[in-house]
């Protein structure tokens, strides 16, 4: 062994005792500098659940994040605006962000009938584009219209696969996970009427997305969703605030806002099956974890990786 | 040892067995039965904290609650209204209600000024009634005019030895613990500035109250309260709804609505120290517990004790 190959083998082994010594969170610490802070690549696809509100003005942090991952300049984006009463509108809107911003091809995809989603043309630019914008609206229009129709399949696996990068905001955000909330309430304790819960798009399946979440102050009825769901992470979502997946099984956070994770898998009660639609919930042993910029959480090992080091 | 005594001495063991193999849910069941739901007896004294706006008109069950507490048709009922601008109105409003179920004899210590706690006139009622109920107003004009005080001093004394039952609704919540909070907002991410902290009355010092809890949507700023006070366990209280602590180190639930244990034991991190005031909060490994009536928490053990027993 070469002088070079032992310093780097002694190296290697000390990292390693430091790892050890100081435990997973300088483990995630050194994890999540490595993936770093930087500009993605533009070849670095993902999945964003954006919770609605995001900047269309000044840094345009998230929305560039979108067309950086997209391709850049190379970047073939679909816009989807069809949870929207006003798809042109709201298309509009964003064809000119993406556009401003450079992007080499942009097409909305102006679905307003199931059939058009059988149609070859659509089909074609969806197998072809490098990354799908889903606008705001109504989630339950937005599923009505592309719920198990062959072109959101085609999304859905191309999006899985890490082929393109998939942002949905709003209600767009809404549809991501197996199950999702189609409309609620607050002010008032938890209970099952806070929450209406219907089938989403099952892009990230384990996920019960809410999103505008403290804007609009959601924690009680996202709660309200888990107590009768804690096969799912609660994902709350604020307003200019995205929930960003690479497939590696961590949730980033970037902008301005927090996102709230409710993980129910320590959950020891509920009384949801015995009381009526009304009446209190009880829910015994919740964890939450608010996260913010920077922040990540290993949705396998369910533990928080925070971008300050500075713990308890 | 007589015939009696060994069957005494074989129903414990076998109870203790019992316990030991149905685990802590089932002995926190019995535990919970054997005190029972039914109405107090008239000598158990208790500290009971209200989210606001309880029953004054139907069942009243807190207020009944309280006065059966106190002592029933024994009771001798100290109101003290000083939280409000209005002390005579709301003062009247309660004298009413506990006339009319038959207290002995009530008073209303009307303070408007410090000095007026050195009252021995006062002083001496605050030694001998059974019952002290604060009313609703701004907690800050409470605590003005009560903290230290001789007369607080008294009462709060009193009330840890367990020999009245002190109650507090609203504003008469709020001052319960050390720490109090005082005013805040909601709607936002958890942030520093979305909730202002002062000193409370110290009655059970460890709790951090927040009252109206779910009907303001008041659980961003507890989480941001509590991020601030990891000693504390942010106790999240609706309204018609109490809090009930016998000095036994169980919270009970009575009421309507539920009350929302933060458990901050397990926190492995917050941003809190390093961000602006406005900045969102990043909190990571909060335990949260959504009790309803009938339901326990153990403040030593830390574990919640529900009532319906269907576990999970």
Redesign the interface.
């Known amino acids: 062994m070469s002088k070079s190959g032992v310093f780097t083998a002694i190296t290697k082994l000390l990292k390693r005792l430091f790892y050890l010594m100081t435990g997973i969170?300088a483990a995630s610490q050194l994890q999540y500098q490595s993936l770093g802070e930087e500009m993605p690549q533009s070849t670095k696809t993902a999945i964003m659940i954006i919770g609605g509100a995001e900047d269309k003005v000044h840094g345009r942090e998230i929305l560039h994040n979108f067309f950086m991952r997209s391709g850049s300049t190379d970047a073939q984006i679909a816009i989807i605006p069809s949870a929207s009463r006003e798809p042109a509108v709201i298309g509009e809107r964003y064809r000119e962000i993406f556009t401003e911003m450079g992007a080499k091809r942009i097409e909305i995809l102006d679905i307003q009938d199931r059939a058009q989603c059988e149609d070859p043309i659509l089909q074609s630019y969806a197998e072809s584009c490098t990354g799908v914008f889903m606008t705001g609206g109504d989630q339950l229009r937005l599923c009505g219209l592309l719920a198990d129709t062959p072109l959101m399949t085609l999304i859905r696996q191309r999006s899985q696969r890490g082929e393109i990068t998939l942002a949905g905001t709003s209600a767009g955000a809404a549809v991501m996970g197996h199950y999702m909330i189609a409309g609620g309430g607050?002010?008032?304790?938890?209970n099952r009427s806070l929450v209406d819960i219907t089938t989403g798009l099952g892009i990230i399946p384990e996920l019960l997305v809410d999103q505008h979440f403290?804007?609009?102050?959601r924690?009680?009825r996202l709660?309200s969703a888990i107590a009768g769901h804690?096969d799912c992470f609660g994902i709350g979502i604020?307003e200019d605030?995205c929930s960003l997946f690479e497939g590696d099984g961590l949730l980033q956070v970037i902008g301005?806002?927090?996102v709230t994770v409710i993980d129910p898998k320590e959950?020891?009660?509920?009384?949801l099956?015995?009381i009526g639609a009304t009446?209190?919930?009880?829910?015994?042993?919740?964890?939450?974890?608010?996260?913010?910029?920077g922040?990540r959480f290993n949705l396998h090992e369910r533990i928080?990786i925070?971008?300050?080091l500075?713990?308890?």
Not at 279 to 293: E, F, M, Q
């Open positions: 969170n607050s002010g008032e304790s938890p403290h804007n609009r102050n924690m009680a709660m804690p604020d605030t301005k806002g927090t959950l020891t009660h509920t009384n099956l015995h009446d209190p919930l009880s829910i015994g042993n919740l964890r939450i974890h608010i996260l913010v910029h922040d928080p925070h971008a300050q500075d713990n308890m």
